[in-house]
């Protein structure tokens, strides 16, 4: 493989920065190859500050919203690493490697309905899972929850159904359940869940949908140390049948993710 | 930065151990580059010094539970726990597959007794290609319960071992050592009598990191391996020792992100280098270092990188009190 | 921050080695904190559960030639070479300087003999102050040829040493464990069998650094000590196995500079913290420190910070696998 | 000693920031302590980057100015810690420590004349020197050198003879050589030597002083991890002859420094 051919060009400037919430910002930036290539679901990895060792590792990111050669990230201020992105200013560098991983499968004939569940900064991904659905003309729900009114980012969804857990804003409650009275007035046309948020959000889709036996495909969020397949640092378990049938114990989530059908998966 | 004068790579790059002859002083560590496929979209491997393939072991390996990976000051713990394709499919794909660069392969080879080494290494030997270059033997897995550091922290068993292994290939043969002894020379002597053509360290230090909410380890193994800038001054000490013990060639490892790093391990004493942790952050480390330590050649006006080895100045009063 | 509750601290930071109680689980480590006098513009030192002094030893000792000290990822090496004013100096002024405040002395204590370690001791016992609660003995020194660290690595000179010291106080007698050695756990053990009171490690890691252009050691004794948050994960690995090996308590050391840090040592089984390097960045971070736990134990619910310690939840398949 | 007394109020806000040239800045802060106390010749301790281990270690900076609340530091970017402090932008806080320090000895009775011999950003003492001297009504001379013209930082100064590497300025050559024939001349009475510049600049300058009879007083740069005598690691060689007379091997240049009498130290 020449040269030529390698994604060496890793360093993009910030053309916009948008802050939705405290702590919770939008950064575009311009590189093309991401910009061209992602497909809705996949991520990039982020160093934090290059040249410096605090944090030493890069974040991975969901691709929030691709145009032309510029790609956005919606970025949750957290721990050290966050912190310093979530202060980048417009007209800064970033190293950014991607895209990375697999898409969402919203292209699967066995849904008729995509269903988004989505928790907090768990949107990230949708706003372009949304624009492919729509390309594949599939019928779309969205049930999103936050914590609080003012933490929803809702640019590029559509047909929301909002909750929150302090009432402040639609259903007064947690996503899942809203999702499940809907599921029990059989509101939703064979629909399939495409699922990103907390941990125990998932857990609670993923019962869920073995339930009522639909189709549930879940984006992790796991600790990556490279997001390229080269550290075996971010496994999932797999559950027994997956186990027995592919003999894997375990799926990469920077390679084979990040996002798995529910029922193969062990969270 | 490279030019030609008269054919001649100048700055001059290459290095040998024994007969071996190497692009570049610098490698991709063992279990930091995966088997090459997945970091060719990112690196040109054949501008590396060479790949030092994941440990691979008689059978797969699944590797431990999650958590394996956790962040820490300047480093990184991981604990991996030898997740690997086991030799069959390492020599029916994985081998095959890097043959096609052109660049030097060294298989590192697990094990947990000295017939599975043997046998590993045999088997390897037995369906070898044109670029492998030879083997780097892991005796300082920390993270397995039966991952060689039993070999690692004995001497005996590391001079028995080396020798068994000697006696099964002419290929370079390497060992790795652990930097968790009191004291790394006797090893380094013990691979040296029994035959090794270099020495490889450091491994990772044993660690460990704490979820305070939870009051659980953050390694689903409790310890892991810490790696990465954090350690690299005590891999330079344990060079420096190694150095003095024994007169084979040494490979340095241990928190290389820049030239500057790597040229330390030369001037200290090394005539290799291997990059670990840098290829999770910048997976063309191995090529952009290279780079860095010709440009520092050519400013510092020193035609060829061997001058660099061992050329570590200590003043005579302080050789005197043996340091 | 501090509330009381019928003149009861809450929550309760007190804690005890032996018979004597220490106001907060946080002292500043030895070297790191001279002696009270430097610092106090800095820091509360009343606040501090204590101060262990600067090593001292018979004769006074000029330490080491520049450069002393190299900054690193994460941390930083130093070969101060245990500069220090002599046991003479250290009873006439710096002992009756600390008896004023309000707080628990502990005198570090370094020298190349038995006899040597037990004259000083005794010294300052024979000149102890209300205040003085102990000793803490360095036999793990690694910047000096005959700072102890020949006692550090033998597990029977350990022995022997911590044996003949107790003969000579009642005071909290501490041995300072060096992780520069293959296994800590037959040191802890000694300490403990030849009736230490408590524990404290780890002292620095050696290490190295170079200069690439001048092709020179960046320290005058070319190998130094490493401490610093890139230890930590080395230091909590090191009180873990010791914690396995022993019952006496365990002071944990090594790279802290913020109070969850020290909850993690606390958590692995530490029953006290010591802070280093930290203070050189922040002069009040023991008290910073110790402020920051408080209000963890607040959010957390807990009553008394001894609730903290030893409490590592470890999975049951893991401690069968003999973790 | 209860906690009013002390220094515990450590970050100070940065109320304005100059360019000079590329990468040599000003920073002016808000720190009382720092600007009411500060004797010329004093320094301050600076974290680069708190709350961030990359780099760790605090940063001296000499004094450059004061003024009511607020103080002023003069930064050379030149490793991972200084490059980033010069980044640093207005309305960011610092952490600072001090003063710390002992002052230029500016009163002492052994001169008429203070000769200010300055190498590059070894100016950063001199302006609160010069305005000490004129406080003593001492005549002053300023012989300032630096690599090229841009480099100069002139204010606060007084009498300048200036010289550069490069000839772009003044005398062309170094400022110990235009010293030299100044005192050859006699054109200086009864001077004493104020230094600070590059090591070999201070070292040429102490071979001029012991020569020509005069005192001599240099401020040193020595790496420091605390810069208040706790970590010992800043050390300054004695010459013999202070050895045999005070037993000290060393000095700590935080504590007994930064300036020290050029015959009393061996560079
Ligand atoms: C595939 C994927 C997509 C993601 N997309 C987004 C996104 O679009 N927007 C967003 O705000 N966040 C996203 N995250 C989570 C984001 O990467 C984490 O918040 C971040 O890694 C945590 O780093 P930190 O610096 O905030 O926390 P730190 O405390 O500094 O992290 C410490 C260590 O823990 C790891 N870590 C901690 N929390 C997480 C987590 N939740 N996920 C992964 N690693 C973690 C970090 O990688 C780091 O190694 C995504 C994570 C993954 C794996
Ligand atoms: C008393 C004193 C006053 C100073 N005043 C000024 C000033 O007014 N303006 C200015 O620009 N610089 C000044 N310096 C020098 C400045 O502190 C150094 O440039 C800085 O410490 C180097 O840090 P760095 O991040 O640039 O380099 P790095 O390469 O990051 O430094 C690495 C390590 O080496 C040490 N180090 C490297 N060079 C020096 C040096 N020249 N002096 C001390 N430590 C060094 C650093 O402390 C750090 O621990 C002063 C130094 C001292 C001791
Ligand atoms: C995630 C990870 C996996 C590793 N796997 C192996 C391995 O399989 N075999 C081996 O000999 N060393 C392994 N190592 C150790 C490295 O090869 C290297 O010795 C060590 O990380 C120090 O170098 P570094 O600081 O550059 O990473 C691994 C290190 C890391 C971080
Ligand atoms: C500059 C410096 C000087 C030290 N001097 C001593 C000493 O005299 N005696 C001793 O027992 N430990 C000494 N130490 C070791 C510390 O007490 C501590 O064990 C070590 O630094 C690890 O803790 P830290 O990472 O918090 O610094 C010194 C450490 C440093 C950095
Ligand atoms: S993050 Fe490295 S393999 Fe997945
Ligand atoms: S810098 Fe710490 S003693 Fe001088």
């Not at chain 1, 575009?28 to 910009?35: E, G, Q």
């Not at chain 1, 990230?73 to 950014?96: C, K, N």
């Not at chain 2, 069959?88 to 794909?93: I, M, R, S």
């Not at chain 2, 241990?254 to 910048?282: H, K, P, R, S, W």
């Amino acid at each position: 493989m020449s040269r030529s051919d390698m994604d060496t060009s890793r360093l993009s400037i910030v053309t916009r920065r948008r802050e939705l919430a405290p702590g919770l910002v939008t950064l575009r930036f311009r590189h093309p190859k991401v910009a061209r290539e992602t497909m809705a679901g996949q991520f990039v990895n982020v160093l934090p500050k290059a040249g410096f060792l605090d944090p030493m590792l890069r974040r991975p990111f969901s691709v929030y919203w691709t145009e032309g050669d510029e790609a956005e990230i919606i970025v949750q201020a957290h721990g050290r690493g966050t912190s310093i992105l979530a202060a980048t200013q417009e007209g800064d560098l970033l190293d950014v490697l991607g895209p990375l991983g697999r898409p969402w499968k919203y292209d699967s004939g066995d849904f008729e309905t995509a269903v988004l569940l989505i928790g907090g900064v768990g949107v990230a991904s949708m706003p372009l899972l949304t624009r492919a659905l729509e390309l594949e003309e599939k019928p779309i729900q969205t049930i999103y929850g936050a914590r609080s009114k003012s933490l929803f980012a809702l640019e590029g969804l559509r047909n929301l159904h909002l909750a929150t857990d302090d009432g402040s804003e639609g259903y007064h409650g947690s996503n899942v359940s809203l999702l499940r009275t809907y599921l029990e007035e059989g509101r939703l046309l064979s629909p399939k869940l495409f699922v990103c948020g907390p941990t125990g959000m998932m857990r609670a889709a993923q019962t869920l949908a073995a339930e009522f036996g639909i189709p549930c495909e879940i984006s992790l969020e796991t600790e990556m140390a490279c997001g390229i397949g080269i550290c075996q640092g971010c496994p999932v378990v797999t559950d027994e049948k997956t186990f027995l049938a592919t003999g894997k114990r375990f799926r990469l989530v920077c390679m084979e993710g990040p996002s798995f059908s529910a029922e193969e998966i062990i969270l | 930065m490279t030019q030609t004068q008269n054919g001649q790579r100048f700055p001059d790059m290459k290095v040998r151990l024994r007969d071996v002859e190497f692009k570049t002083p610098v490698l991709v560590a063992s279990g930091t580059f995966g088997y090459g496929a997945e970091a060719r979209n990112y690196c040109d491997i054949e501008q590396l010094g060479g790949i030092v393939t994941k440990s691979v072991s008689w059978k797969p390996r699944v590797g431990n539970h999650p958590h394996r990976i956790v962040e820490t000051a300047g480093g990184m713990l991981n604990s991996i726990g030898l997740a690997n394709v086991g030799v069959h499919t390492f020599v029916k794909e994985k081998l095959p597959y890097l043959a096609q660069f052109d660049t030097k392969i060294i298989a590192n080879i697990a094990a947990s007794s000295m017939e599975e080494y043997r046998d590993v290494l045999e088997h390897i030997e037995a369906h070898s290609v044109e670029n492998l270059a030879g083997y780097e033997i892991n005796i300082s897995c920390p993270n397995v319960k039966d991952g060689g550091l039993s070999f690692g922290t004995s001497v005996e068993r590391t001079e028995e071992l080396t020798a068994l292994l000697r006696q099964s290939t002419d290929r370079l043969l390497i060992i790795k050592l652990t930097p968790n002894v009191t004291s790394v020379a006797p090893f380094a002597e013990a691979a040296e009598r029994a035959g090794a053509d270099a020495i490889s360290l450091i491994n990772t230090l044993v660690g460990m990191s704490i979820d305070i909410r939870a009051r659980e380890p953050r390694l689903s193994t409790v310890t892991g391996g810490l790696s990465g800038p954090a350690v690299k001054p005590v891999a330079l000490a344990k060079v420096y020792e190694a150095r003095k013990a024994c007169s084979i060639p040494i490979i340095g490892i241990g928190g290389i992100v820049t030239a500057e790093d790597a040229i330390e391990f030369l001037i200290v004493g090394a005539t290799m280098v291997q990059v670990g942790t840098a290829n999770f952050v910048y997976p063309d480390a191995g090529v952009r270092i290279a780079e860095g330590m010709e440009r520092f050649l050519h400013s510092e006006g020193i035609a060829n990188v061997g001058e660099l080895i061992h050329s570590l100045r200590v003043r005579a009063e302080l050789r005197a009190l043996g340091w």
